[in-house]
């Protein structure tokens, strides 16, 4: 019996933390559709068996088509600026253009909520940043020229929070491509932590195992590697972290 019931939609799977949810998923044998931007991008990453579409988070259609039949999404989307986006013109370069961090790291994930609602899937989970609610961070300040990237995750989050969708929000800090469960994962609540990495393929572990996890569901979680052993007991590893608060006044407007 597969450890997750229902259709697993993965957004920004050709990304380096989507293909690693792609991957954990399978191991888990959960049914998984990969989205990305164009089939291509998915060519070299989905096995057999594993279902695809396409959609860009700013176009409402194509989302409510790639998540019809889902009960969970795993988004892992993030806007590239800098040299990662180098070719697309100046506005996206720094990351304020139609593919910066307003229009996909922000208002795509409106979108996402509200095909998420449109199609009933039931519970976001959704890759951020640590350092989000840190502006004087150095990191922070070096971020800020670059689409205001981490004001946007802020906004993005406060729409999660407030949609009244199950979800757990997880927040890594510096990613690499180091392989997986070579190292502990040390968690915290929203704004505690200030450095550290971690590999995406544990980033990935953390996103699959909050989804069957109930002491996952409706937090924020910061993660980064320690010395520590690899976790096993992942009820316990959730439970550390308490519930958000959710704003009385919240609302998905100000996204
Ligand atoms: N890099 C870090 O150290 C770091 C640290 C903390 C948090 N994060 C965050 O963690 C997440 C994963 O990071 P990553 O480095 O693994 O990601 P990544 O490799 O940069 O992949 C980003 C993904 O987002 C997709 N995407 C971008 N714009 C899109 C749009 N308009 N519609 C649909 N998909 C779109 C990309 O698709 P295309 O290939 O089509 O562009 C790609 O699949 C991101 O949210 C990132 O901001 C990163």
Same mark, same amino acid.
């Given at each position: 019996?597969?450890?997750?019931?229902?259709?697993?939609?993965?957004? $920004?799977? %050709?990304?380096?933390? $989507?293909?690693?949810?792609?991957?954990?998923?399978?191991?888990?044998?959960?049914?998984?559709?990969?989205?990305?931007?164009?089939?291509?991008?998915?060519?070299? *990453?989905?096995?057999?068996?594993?279902?695809?579409?396409?959609?860009?988070?700013?176009?409402?259609?194509?989302?409510?088509?790639?998540?019809?039949?889902?009960?969970?999404?795993?988004?892992?989307?993030?806007t590239?600026?800098?040299?990662? %986006?180098?070719?697309?013109?100046?506005?996206?370069?720094?990351g304020f253009g139609e593919?910066g961090a307003d229009a996909v790291d922000n208002r795509g994930?409106? %979108?996402?909520? +509200?095909?998420?609602?449109?199609?009933?899937?039931?519970?976001?989970? *959704?890759?951020?940043?640590?350092? *989000? +609610?840190?502006?004087?961070?150095?990191?922070?300040?070096?971020?800020?020229?670059?689409g205001d990237i981490?004001t946007m995750?802020?906004k993005?989050?406060?729409?999660?929070?407030?949609?009244?969708?199950?979800?757990?929000?997880?927040?890594?800090?510096? &990613?690499? %491509?180091? /392989?997986?469960?070579?190292? $502990? *994962?040390?968690?915290?609540?929203?704004?505690? &932590?200030?450095?550290?990495?971690?590999?995406?393929?544990?980033?990935?572990?953390?996103?699959?195992?909050?989804?069957?996890? /109930?002491?996952?569901?409706?937090?924020?979680?910061?993660?980064?590697?320690?010395?520590?052993?690899?976790?096993?007991?992942?009820?316990?590893?959730?439970?550390?972290?308490?519930?958000?608060?959710?704003?009385?006044?919240?609302?998905?407007?100000?996204v």
């Amino acid at each position: 019996m597969p450890t997750y019931e229902g259709l697993v939609v993965v957004l $920004g799977a %050709n990304g380096g933390t $989507g293909r690693e949810v792609v991957a954990r998923l399978a191991h888990h044998g959960v049914a998984t559709r990969a989205v990305a931007r164009s089939e291509r991008k998915l060519a070299d *990453i989905v096995k057999p068996g594993t279902e695809t579409a396409v959609a860009d988070v700013r176009d409402v259609e194509s989302l409510e088509n790639a998540l019809r039949g889902a009960r969970a999404v795993i988004n892992c989307i993030g806007t590239r600026v800098g040299f990662a %986006n180098t070719g697309k013109g100046v506005a996206d370069f720094f990351g304020f253009g139609e593919d910066g961090a307003d229009a996909v790291d922000n208002r795509g994930t409106v %979108n996402v909520l +509200n095909a998420m609602k449109r199609v009933g899937a039931e519970h976001l989970v *959704i890759v951020t940043s640590m350092l *989000i +609610n840190q502006p004087l961070n150095p990191f922070s300040l070096m971020m800020k020229p670059f689409g205001d990237i981490l004001t946007m995750k802020d906004k993005a989050e406060k729409a999660v929070r407030a949609s009244g969708l199950r979800y757990t929000i997880v927040r890594p800090g510096g &990613l690499t %491509n180091q /392989p997986p469960f070579q190292k $502990g *994962i040390k968690v915290a609540p929203a704004d505690a &932590l200030s450095s550290g990495s971690i590999s995406r393929a544990d980033v990935a572990e953390v996103c699959a195992q909050a989804l069957w996890t /109930p002491a996952a569901y409706g937090k924020t979680l910061e993660i980064v590697a320690d010395d520590t052993a690899p976790v096993s007991d992942w009820g316990a590893f959730f439970a550390s972290v308490p519930p958000d608060a959710i704003p009385a006044q919240a609302t998905a407007a100000g996204v």
